[in-house]
């Protein structure tokens, strides 16, 4: 820009800045020895003894790391050799000992009435056979059952087991745990002791109703069929139905009407002519009225059976001291009467009992 008449010179930016010194300040000084690059001997030393240190900590951090990694493999996984479980099967194991002994709870809660409290049978079918528990009562099958009723053994819309799972139709009082338990428990194998507990506390208890502290499973784990054995019908009525029958054209079996009458099938039936003395025995709430019955040695007589039980299918059958069985009466579904053509006996004493309910027993004394 040039300088005008009358108007001062303007300075061009930037301007110069005049040169200026720092300030004064103190600042921190190393001595002297700190300025050196070799080192003492001294201090050497304790350079080496301190990497010595560090390499021992961390060799001894590593040995830990893998004793910890070892051990905690073979908790998880177990001993070589099977020594020990793993800890997955041995909580598996924990889980099933547990569910075991709540099932024991509930079944004598809600199923030893009709079952039996070690499953021998009563108003329901007997549970604790080997035959039974070997296939027939799979863990499906009790699931069903207890879904449905006892209509899906046998069809009988009226039979007397309901439903015991609240998703059955109508709902009944256990949810799906109750029912694994109550499975778990029935599917219990022999040889391994469970405890008792209380059902309130879950604490070890002795049963009011047994007296026993532990209990065992009914399943034996060795248990075969004999090859060729029929395997157990669905309906467990048809068991007593097929081994009471004659086969076609054959004799009826000692003590039963013959076959084709209405007894020989298990329906009710009486003999036209009763044979010599006339024995009375009746059936009542799945026991027999009668404890102690007697008869004549060495001749024929006749047992005038009452069944009285509705629905429930009974007979009277004899065995001798040794528990072979020298008479069979048919089994016949109650209301209902029947007359058992008894042959002769010999003098002594002898069980009556029911081949559908073995818990119904009583003694007939044979004499002359």
């Not at 961390?58 to 050799?81: K, N, R, S, T």
């Not at 047994?210 to 060795?222: H, L």
Request: with cysteine.
């Amino acid at each position: 820009m040039t300088d005008q008449p009358g108007h001062p010179s303007e300075e061009r930016l930037p301007a110069p800045r005049p040169p200026s010194s720092p300030e004064p300040a103190d600042r921190f000084t190393a001595p002297p020895s700190a300025h050196r690059n070799d080192l003492t001997p001294e201090r050497a030393a304790g350079i080496v003894r301190q990497s010595a240190s560090a390499r021992w900590v961390g060799f001894l951090a590593v040995v830990i790391v893998a004793l910890f990694v070892i051990v905690y493999y073979f908790y998880e996984l177990g001993l070589p050799g099977g020594l020990t479980q793993s800890r997955l099967s041995a909580e598996t194991t924990a889980q099933q000992v547990t569910a075991v002994e709540r099932g024991y709870n509930l079944y004598e809660a809600n199923c030893a009435k009709c079952h039996g409290a070690s499953g021998e049978g009563g108003i329901g079918p007997t549970l604790n056979r080997q035959d039974k528990l070997f296939a027939h009562l799979s863990p499906e099958y009790i699931q069903t059952m207890l879904q449905v009723g006892g209509r899906y053994a046998c069809g009988n819309a009226n039979s007397v087991m309901p439903v015991w799972s609240n998703t059955g139709n109508p709902p009944g009082p256990l949810n799906y745990k109750q029912i694994e338990d109550v499975i778990a428990f029935i599917r219990a194998e022999k040889g391994t002791e469970y405890q008792v507990l209380n059902p309130n506390t879950l604490e070890p208890s002795t049963d009011p109703n047994t007296g026993k502290s532990t209990f065992e499973g009914w399943v034996d784990p060795s248990y075969k069929p004999a090859p060729g054995a029929t395997p157990y019908p669905a309906c467990w009525q048809d068991e007593f139905t097929n081994a009471t029958a004659a086969p076609s054209g054959s004799p009826a079996p000692s003590g039963s009407a013959p076959s084709g009458s209405p007894a020989a099938s298990g329906s009710p039936g009486a003999s036209s002519s009763p044979t010599g003395t006339v024995v009375q025995v009746s059936a009542l709430n799945i026991a027999y009225e009668q404890s102690q019955i007697s008869a004549p040695a060495g001749t024929a007589f006749t047992i005038h059976f009452d069944n009285k039980d509705p629905g429930v299918p009974h007979n009277v059958a004899i065995k001798d001291a040794s528990g072979a069985e020298v008479f069979k009466g048919d089994i016949i579904t109650g209301p209902a009467q029947a007359d058992y053509q008894v042959p002769a006996l010999q003098p002594g004493t002898y069980t009556f009992t029911c081949s559908v309910h073995p818990s119904m027993t009583g003694t007939l004394t044979v004499g002359n």
